[in-house]
């Protein structure tokens, strides 16, 4: 049976070649060639709803025409196949099938009178196109996107240690077409802490960090003012303010890059404590990474990579340096002044809070840390516990990172993170060994509700 076919000019006329195989199942196959655009189009209908698959399609042109040769197999695998597609379409598509667990099998790039165009064939490759709620999450994804506004969205899902689903929702750059997929990567926002809290505890692992000791203890340049512990800080209990009217230490940035956490707490690190004993704040994981870039021996930048991303194989996670071009970046929206629609927003640096809300990933890499660290891959089952357990009965759930509680009976440790272009939201079941991961270029609301509910799906 023939499995490819080409179609290329030799002098004034077009030639042939094809590949065959030995049929040794017996497939029914059917092949075509000199369709029309039309023709291909009604032909290809037809024998999808024989219950045949495309598995080869060559386009070119003969006497000036669009024409398209095909090779059609019977068989019960799942596929798809798109044509005539441009450059950022075919990138769309092949994330997009990506994501849903197909393999490309066969790709074209020919010259049309249009320009250059792209024809691909997918086909079944992952468990994912057949997990039982697929249609059902579907169906929620969409609603929610509707009510809940974003330019672009990413949402991952994995139960016990496989990654369940993976569905990119409208735009990572908007002007261009670029669709957002399961890889597309977004600013985490307070993530960010979640992320610090478990390079904290690599260390500690390591006996290169105590959290009970003082700050000041890795860095004796901090003023004695600062009377708080690594683990107070982690925990946001450190009594180091959060943000303020006109902060030098922005919530949208700096127009200045910080080549360190200590340079970088040069905006605040002089102010006074606070007296609340609990004080969600972001300046605080900044003294903090002070101590974790000392025990580590490096700065975040270099901290992250070195100890977590690279080792443990989540390359999209890393402080988000906009000197660096990342190919599957999303970029940044805000809300027009009228509330109606969006623009892009103009990103600062985030390097003075690298290890509060400076941090980016894509969803589905968010998820695999989640698997792995249920897993007890990246630290241990007792510093995992402590980690998700707040360090004092003060009435607030926060342990070092991670926001901690129940839902439906279920205990999860979770943490949410929003910004200008960002909203996050990771949340873990141990329990149930369940990650729901979603990510937006866009401030949305009720991202924790609807990452719940989603997980309750699955039990």
Known sequence: ?????????????????????????????????????????????????????????????????????????????????????????????????????????????????????????????????????????????????????????????????????????GYADLSKGKKAHGNTVFRLASISKAISGILAFQLKQRGALNLNAPTRTYETRLSGHHTHTVGQLLSNRGKVRGYIRNDPAGERGTARSYSSAWEASSLFRNDRLISDSYKYSTHGYTIAAIALEKAGRSSMPILLPSRLSGPFKIPSLQCEDLRKNVSERSLIYKKKPSGFGFVEADPLSLSWKYAGGGMEASAYDLARLGVQLMDNEIISAENLKTMTTPPVNDGNNYAYGWNTGTYDKQKFFSKSGGQEGAKSYMICFPEKDIVVVILCNTRVNSLSAFAKELAAKMW
Do not use: C, H
């Open 1 to 169: 049976m023939p499995i490819d076919i080409d179609v290329y000019p030799s002098g004034n006329e077009l030639r042939y070649s094809v590949i065959w195989v030995q049929n040794t199942k017996g497939l029914q196959w059917a092949e075509f060639r000199n369709l029309t655009k039309s023709t291909f189009g009604s032909k290809f209908s037809e024998m999808r709803g024989k219950g045949y698959r495309l598995i080869d399609t060559e386009p070119y042109l003969r006497n000036g025409r669009q024409e398209y040769a095909a090779i059609y197999v019977k068989d019960n695998r799942k596929w798809a196949a798109r044509r005539d597609m441009t450059s950022v379409q075919f990138n769309n598509a092949w994330n997009e099938y990506k994501d849903e667990g197909y393999r490309l099998i066969d790709q074209e790039i020919y010259k049309t009178s249009s320009g250059t165009r792209y024809a691909g064939v997918w086909v079944m490759n992952k468990s994912r196109l057949n997990w039982r709620l697929k249609k059902e999450v579907d169906r929620d994804v969409a609603a929610y996107k509707q009510i809940n506004t974003s330019v672009g969205m990413s949402i991952a899902i994995a139960e016990r240690g496989q990654i369940r689903y993976l569905k990119g929702v």
